[in-house]
Nanobody, 115 residues
Framework: QVQVVESGGGLVQPGESLRLSCTVS????????MGWYRQAPGRQRELVAD???????TVTNTVKGRFTISRDNAKNAVYLQMNDLEPEDTAVYYC?????????WGQGTQVTVSS
């Protein structure tokens, strides 16, 4: 059974940083597409950053230059480093893993950016 668990969210002030972690059990992420998504109140869930099994990683234009995705296959974990946070980054952040058999999502972690 695959489990995806996010952690690291919290309440921060504008300009501060957070590092989200996504740990996976039951399946190796070395062969998986891993993505970070977020959903703000009243809005659709959107892709923030993704990491492919070949090492390729991308972030969306909205967070480019501020967010970085990385993975540690040995720890079976994916990270989202978020710098210079803005109130518009407030959302629930989700981790998604995609394997040949399908997707697995975590339960999400809340990030709130407010002064």
């Amino acid at each position: 059974q695959v489990q995806v668990v996010e952690s690291g969210g919290g309440l921060v002030q504008p300009g501060e940083s957070l590092r989200l972690s996504c740990t996976v059990s039951g399946r190796t992420i070395s062969v998986a597409f891993m993505g970070w998504y977020r959903q703000a109140p009243g809005r659709q869930r959107e892709l923030v950053a993704d990491s492919f099994s070949d090492g390729t990683a991308t972030v969306t234009n909205t967070v480019k230059g501020r967010f970085t995705i990385s993975r540690d296959n040995a720890k079976n974990a994916v990270y989202l480093q978020m710098n210079d946070l803005e109130p518009e980054d407030t959302a629930v952040y989700y981790c998604r893993g995609t394997w040949i058999e399908g997707d697995h999502w975590g339960q999400g972690t809340q990030v709130t950016v407010s002064s």
